[in-house]
């Protein structure tokens, strides 16, 4: 059963850097989405989203390069809309440490102080 912590699987869920820019998985800062986008607008984008990557997997299974490009521009198109790839969603003109290791960034601090998430096998990730 999912709680706040964990995933609808029951893994754990990524934690938020302090500022909510990031997610952190595996080390790894990820952007996480706009939180400023209207709920309607992101319900429709990570709609597309899901279907983009069920189509690339169609396309991996068929193996379809046409059918693949396409679903992959659709799933590039519908991160950028969401605010996860493309220009950064803030505007304090911060920069962006997305898909940087977090021990490479200002949020190193925070990542080794155990502030993050940690792996399944329990060590700092």
């Known amino acids: 059963m999912a709680t ?13 850097t302090p500022d909510g820019r990031y997610i952190v998985v595996r080390g790894r800062l990820w ?7 209207p709920a309607v607008e992101r319900e429709r984008l990570v709609r597309d ?10 396309a991996n299974r068929a193996n379809d390069d046409g059918l693949r490009r396409d679903a992959r521009r659709r799933v ?5 809309g969401l ?3 493309g220009p950064a969603w803030w505007d304090d003109s911060a920069p962006d440490y997305n898909r940087h290791m977090a021990v ?3 949020y190193r601090e925070w990542f080794l102080s155990g502030a ?6 329990g060590e700092t990730g």
């Not at 706040?4 to 938020?16: H, K, L, M, Q, V």
């Not at 952007?31 to 986008?37: T, V």
């Not at 989203?49 to 169609?58: F, I, P, Q, S, Y």
């Open 4 to 16: 706040p912590e964990s995933t609808p699987n029951g893994t754990p869920a990524p934690r938020a």
């Open 31 to 37: 952007r996480r989405s706009n939180p400023h986008l």
């Open 49 to 58: 989203l899901m279907h983009a990557r069920a189509d690339v997997a169609r």
């Open 76 to 80: 590039q198109q519908a991160k950028e």
């Open 83 to 85: 605010g996860e790839r």
């Open 104 to 106: 490479n960034t200002p």
């Open 116 to 121: 993050a998430e940690q792996t399944r096998d």
